[in-house]
């Protein structure tokens, strides 16, 4: 998990959710454009194992972060939405919401800020301060990093673990995954420390630690972690660099026309996906920086056009 940041903007489906009040049979809040914005803040990665949505089955379902049949007003919100791989969100759903019994479950959104929720939410907690991995075990476990085992941000941290099966040997697949990509990391790192690896081995460094790709949060960390400041700066992608990769990904869905509805959907997602960005460029990059790109690969007006669509 990592914390993400959700740009100020609403997709139409979720505008039109609110003005129609759209039934949670429904399930409008798979539209491409709610997709599309999601993306643009998590790429390719779940929001709460950050392993590949792909690689677990689809590309990733939206998820409520409470569950649309207990809190049934959060459904067409975008405060309450993430993109997951199949596995967390089946586990976040089986959760019920578990509340401590210090509180109560939230009734209306007065009550949403104090209510004692016991998953970690990685838009509204400072997930970097309470969950981290251990960069020197070789499983690369979980830690819980809240000193006050009586607070309740121990008790969420614990319990977000249990819910998730982040703990060693709860989810031998999820461990294998983590494992293996983390693992080469830090050979990588390793050989970089003893006679440095070549331009191009750095640039696959660099790549796999974007934080939109697959445990690229955990790349950076790692490089954080294991190597001088000096290293830091050469193998850790700056954040303009990680948005126009995500742009330059994207727009490879733009080369040739779709020929099956997949892959028509798909390119969908990758519009809304690309009009975010475009609106609301992420971790304060410039905004002639996601102009420029989309003009050099002559996607400008075309995205301008969807972007027009999202409400601020
Ligand atoms: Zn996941």
Known sequence: MRNLTRPDIVPPTLTSAAEKG?????????????????????????????????????????????????????????DNLLLACNDCNSRIKNSDFPIDQSGAKAESDDDLPTEPRLLLDPVADPIDQLLDIDYIDERFSFRNLVADQDSIDFRRVRKTIEVLRFAKGADPTYQKLRIRALGAIVKKLDRHKSIKLSA???????????????????????????????????????AEEECLWLIDDLATMFEEAPTTDDAERQRMEARWCLAALFLAPPNGINETVVRDRLNDLGLQSEIEAVAAQFAK
């Open 22 to 78: 759209y039934a949670i049979s429904s399930g409008h809040w798979r539209n491409p454009d709610v997709r599309g914005l999601l993306r643009a803040v998590q790429g390719q990665s779940c929001a709460y194992c950050q392993s590949a949505m792909e690689g677990r089955g689809t590309p990733g379902t939206v998820d409520h972060f409470r569950p649309s049949s207990k809190y049934e007003w959060l459904a067409y919100r975008i």
């Open 200 to 238: 191009d081995q750095c640039a696959e460094v660099k790549l796999s630690a974007c934080r939109w790709q697959p445990f690229g949060e955990m790349v950076q960390r790692l490089i954080r972690f294991h190597l001088p400041e000096t290293d830091v700066i050469e193998l850790c992608p700056t």
